[in-house]
C-alpha cells in the first residue's frame, strides 16, 4: 500500500516542487528592475478641483480616461477620481453630458464612464491610499490599485495649484513631499515597475522637484512662477472646456494606434511646440531610457503578455493518473486510454451523399464512406470497412504514440471506430469518429511504478538551486 501511494503520488510532489522553482527563478530575474518586460498597465486619472467654474479639469481627466481606454486600458485597471457632478449640475445646458471641445463632437460622459471615486469621497487621504495601498478593509477591490512590481503605472493630475501644491475641492491641499514619499513607498513596495507622472497644474513643475524614485518619468506643464492656461470657452457652457496641454495631447493621439511604435520624445515635441504660454517640462533623470527611446504605448496603451506555465522540466514529468475502480490493474507498462474527440461549435462535419461517395467526419476522424457499403479509409490506416446495416466505420493500423505530449513515448497503435448515422430521406450520412488507444508503449512509468531517480534527483536540485539563488538575492539587497 505504501509503495502503491508513493507511486500514485510522487509525480505531484516533483510538480509543485518544479512550480516552486519557476515562481522564484521569474521573481529574482527582474527584481532589481521589476522584470524584464511589464505585464500590465495601470492608470490613476484625478481631477481635483470642484465647482462649475473648474468644468475644464473633469474633462482635462476625462480626455485622458478616454484616450487610455482606446489605447486598451481597460476599466478593470484605471482608477478615474472625479469631485464633482459636472453632468448633472442645473446649470448645465446639456443635461448628462460633457464635451472638451465647442463643437460638441464628442460627449466625454457617455454610457462607458465609470467613475471609482466622485463628490467627497476624492480627498487628499484617499488618492494617497489609492497609491501606496494603505486601504480601509472596507474599500472594494474595484478602488485599488492591484498593480506590482511588473506594471506600468501611469499617474495624471489635473486642478489648481502653486508652488509646491495641489488643492484638492478647494479645501486642503496636497504638497509636493506627500506625492514624493507617496511614490517613495510604491517603489519600495513593489507596486510599479516603471511609473510616470503627468501634472497639469499651475507651477506644475514644483510638485515633481522632490521626486528621488528610480524608473519615474515626470512631466509638468509649467515651471514656477508660471500659470497653465485654458484652450478656449464654449459659449453654449459657457466655460472653458479644456486646458491647452490636453488640447494639444488629444490632437497628438489622435493619430496614435494600438502597437504604435511612436515615442515619448515623439509627444513632447509636439506638444511643446504649440502655443501654450508656459513651459512644458520633463524628467527622465531617474529613468533607465531618455524618452526617445520610451514607446507612449508603454504607458498609456496596455501589454497582453503572457508567462509560460510548463518549461521543458515541467514538460518532462509524466501526467497525473488517477485511479479509478473501473480501470484494470495494468502490472506491465501498457497504455490503455480511450478519448472521446471533443468538436468545437458548429461542429466540422461534412456530410456523405447517398447517391455516390463523399467525404465525412472531422478532424483525423474523417472517412470517405458510401451509402450502400464499401470502404472507409482512415488517414491513420488504409485498412477499413464500412458496415451499411448497423451504420459504423472502423479502422486500426500502427498510429502516433496515444499521448504523443511526451516526447520519449514509442510503441502502441491505434483503431477509429465513426459511428455513422443516415437522415431518415437517406440523402446524407454523418460520422463522428471515437479513437482508442491499446497496446504496448514506454516512455512513462505505470500507475504503480517506482519514480526514476535521475527524475526526482533532478526537480529537487533546481527546487533547492532556485530557492537558494532568492534567498542569496535579497539577502545581498540587489533587489531595489
Given at each position: 500500500?505504501?509503495?502503491?501511494?508513493?507511486?500514485?503520488?510522487?509525480?505531484?510532489?516533483?510538480?509543485w516542487?518544479?512550480?516552486?522553482?519557476?515562481?522564484?527563478?521569474?521573481?529574482?530575474?527582474?527584481?532589481?528592475?521589476?522584470?524584464?518586460?511589464?505585464?500590465?498597465?495601470?492608470?490613476?486619472?484625478?481631477?481635483?478641483?470642484?465647482?462649475?467654474?473648474?468644468?475644464?479639469?473633469?474633462?482635462?481627466?476625462?480626455?485622458?480616461?478616454?484616450?487610455?481606454?482606446?489605447?486598451?486600458?481597460?476599466?478593470?485597471?484605471?482608477?478615474?477620481?472625479?469631485?464633482?457632478?459636472?453632468?448633472?449640475?442645473?446649470?448645465?445646458?446639456?443635461?448628462?453630458?460633457?464635451?472638451?471641445?465647442?463643437?460638441?463632437?464628442?460627449?466625454?460622459?457617455?454610457?462607458?464612464?465609470?467613475?471609482?471615486?466622485?463628490?467627497?469621497?476624492?480627498?487628499?487621504?484617499?488618492?494617497?491610499?489609492?497609491?501606496?495601498?494603505?486601504?480601509?478593509?472596507?474599500v472594494?477591490i474595484?478602488?485599488?490599485?492591484?498593480?506590482?512590481?511588473?506594471?506600468?503605472?501611469?499617474?495624471?493630475?489635473?486642478?489648481?495649484?502653486?508652488?509646491?501644491?495641489?488643492?484638492?475641492?478647494?479645501?486642503?491641499?496636497?504638497?509636493?513631499?506627500?506625492?514624493?514619499?507617496?511614490?517613495?513607498?510604491m517603489?519600495?513596495?513593489?507596486?510599479?515597475?516603471?511609473?510616470?507622472?503627468?501634472?497639469?497644474?499651475?507651477?506644475?513643475?514644483?510638485?515633481?522637484?522632490?521626486?528621488?524614485?528610480p524608473?519615474?518619468?515626470?512631466i509638468?506643464?509649467?515651471?514656477?512662477?508660471?500659470?497653465?492656461?485654458?484652450?478656449?470657452?464654449?459659449?453654449?457652457?459657457?466655460?472653458?472646456?479644456?486646458?491647452?496641454?490636453?488640447?494639444?495631447?488629444?490632437?497628438?493621439?489622435?493619430?496614435?494606434?494600438?502597437?504604435?511604435?511612436?515615442?515619448?520624445?515623439?509627444?513632447?515635441?509636439?506638444?511643446?511646440?504649440?502655443?501654450?504660454?508656459?513651459?512644458?517640462?520633463?524628467?527622465?533623470?531617474?529613468?533607465?531610457?531618455?524618452?526617445?527611446?520610451?514607446?507612449?504605448?508603454?504607458?498609456?496603451?496596455?501589454?497582453?503578455?503572457?508567462l509560460?506555465?510548463?518549461?521543458?522540466?515541467?514538460?518532462?514529468?509524466?501526467?497525473?493518473?488517477?485511479?479509478?475502480?473501473?480501470?484494470?490493474?495494468?502490472?506491465?507498462?501498457?497504455?490503455?486510454?480511450?478519448?472521446?474527440?471533443?468538436q468545437?461549435?458548429?461542429?466540422?462535419?461534412?456530410?456523405?451523399?447517398?447517391?455516390?461517395?463523399?467525404?465525412?467526419?472531422?478532424?483525423d476522424?474523417?472517412?470517405?464512406?458510401?451509402?450502400?457499403?464499401?470502404?472507409?479509409?482512415?488517414?491513420?490506416?488504409?485498412?477499413a470497412?464500412?458496415?451499411?446495416?448497423?451504420?459504423?466505420?472502423?479502422?486500426?493500423?500502427?498510429?502516433?504514440?496515444?499521448?504523443?505530449?511526451?516526447?520519449?513515448?514509442?510503441?502502441?497503435?491505434?483503431?477509429?471506430?465513426a459511428?455513422?448515422?443516415?437522415?431518415?430521406?437517406?440523402s446524407?450520412?454523418?460520422?463522428?469518429?471515437?479513437?482508442?488507444?491499446?497496446?504496448?508503449?514506454s516512455?512513462?512509468?505505470?500507475?504503480?511504478?517506482?519514480?526514476?531517480?535521475?527524475?526526482?534527483?533532478?526537480?529537487?536540485?533546481?527546487?533547492?538551486?532556485?530557492?537558494?539563488?532568492a534567498?542569496?538575492?535579497?539577502?545581498?539587497?540587489?533587489?531595489f
Amino acid at each position: 500500500m505504501p509503495t502503491r501511494w508513493y507511486g500514485q503520488r510522487w509525480h505531484s510532489v516533483a510538480t509543485w516542487l518544479a512550480a516552486v522553482w519557476c515562481l522564484l527563478r521569474f521573481a529574482t530575474a527582474g527584481a532589481a528592475v521589476g522584470g524584464s518586460q511589464h505585464t500590465s498597465n495601470w492608470a490613476v486619472i484625478v481631477s481635483t478641483s470642484r465647482y462649475w467654474f473648474n468644468y475644464r479639469h473633469a474633462t482635462d481627466a476625462l480626455t485622458f480616461y478616454h484616450t487610455v481606454r482606446r489605447l486598451g486600458i481597460p476599466d478593470s485597471n484605471i482608477i478615474l477620481m472625479l469631485p464633482d457632478d459636472y453632468a448633472c449640475n442645473p446649470r448645465n445646458s446639456h443635461p448628462a453630458q460633457m464635451f472638451n471641445n465647442k463643437d460638441h463632437a464628442v460627449n466625454l460622459y457617455g454610457e462607458e464612464v465609470e467613475v471609482d471615486y466622485r463628490g467627497y469621497e476624492v480627498t487628499v487621504d484617499s488618492f494617497l491610499d489609492v497609491l501606496t495601498g494603505r486601504h480601509q478593509l472596507a474599500v472594494p477591490i474595484s478602488k485599488r490599485l492591484k498593480s506590482d512590481s511588473d506594471s506600468n503605472v501611469l499617474v495624471y493630475l489635473t486642478g489648481h495649484g502653486g508652488d509646491d501644491f495641489l488643492k484638492f475641492q478647494d479645501q486642503e491641499e496636497m504638497m509636493g513631499g506627500d506625492l514624493s514619499n507617496a511614490i517613495a513607498q510604491m517603489w519600495e513596495a513593489r507596486r510599479y515597475r516603471r511609473l510616470l507622472l503627468f501634472v497639469e497644474t499651475c507651477e506644475a513643475e514644483t510638485l515633481t522637484t522632490g521626486i528621488t524614485s528610480p524608473n519615474v518619468i515626470t512631466i509638468a506643464t509649467s515651471k514656477l512662477g508660471e500659470k497653465s492656461y485654458s484652450h478656449h470657452t464654449d459659449l453654449d457652457v459657457g466655460l472653458a472646456v479644456t486646458d491647452r496641454v490636453t488640447y494639444f495631447a488629444l490632437q497628438w493621439f489622435k493619430n496614435v494606434e494600438v502597437g504604435s511604435n511612436d515615442t515619448l520624445q515623439d509627444f513632447l515635441d509636439y506638444v511643446g511646440s504649440k502655443p501654450l504660454q508656459s513651459t512644458l517640462v520633463w524628467d527622465a533623470s531617474r529613468y533607465p531610457q531618455p524618452p526617445s527611446e520610451v514607446r507612449v504605448m508603454d504607458f498609456f496603451g496596455s501589454v497582453l503578455h503572457v508567462l509560460p506555465t510548463a518549461l521543458p522540466l515541467l514538460a518532462r514529468l509524466p501526467p497525473v493518473q488517477q485511479p479509478q475502480s473501473s480501470q484494470p490493474n495494468h502490472s506491465k507498462q501498457q497504455l490503455h486510454v480511450v478519448m472521446q474527440q471533443q468538436q468545437p461549435e458548429p461542429p466540422d462535419i461534412r456530410p456523405l451523399v447517398a447517391s455516390g461517395d463523399g467525404t465525412g467526419g472531422s478532424g483525423d476522424t474523417s472517412a470517405v464512406c458510401t451509402a450502400a457499403g464499401g470502404t472507409c479509409p482512415n488517414p491513420a490506416s488504409p485498412d477499413a470497412s464500412y458496415d451499411s446495416d448497423n451504420g459504423t466505420a472502423s479502422s486500426s493500423g500502427n498510429a502516433e504514440p496515444c499521448r504523443p505530449e511526451d516526447p520519449d513515448a514509442v510503441g502502441g497503435s491505434q483503431a477509429t471506430t465513426a459511428a455513422c448515422t443516415k437522415d431518415p430521406a437517406g440523402s446524407r450520412i454523418t460520422c463522428r469518429g471515437v479513437t482508442s488507444c491499446t497496446g504496448e508503449a514506454s516512455g512513462w512509468p505505470s500507475p504503480g511504478a517506482t519514480p526514476p531517480p535521475d527524475q526526482l534527483l533532478l526537480v529537487a536540485a533546481a527546487a533547492v538551486v532556485g530557492a537558494l539563488a532568492a534567498v542569496s538575492s535579497l539577502a545581498a539587497g540587489d533587489a531595489f
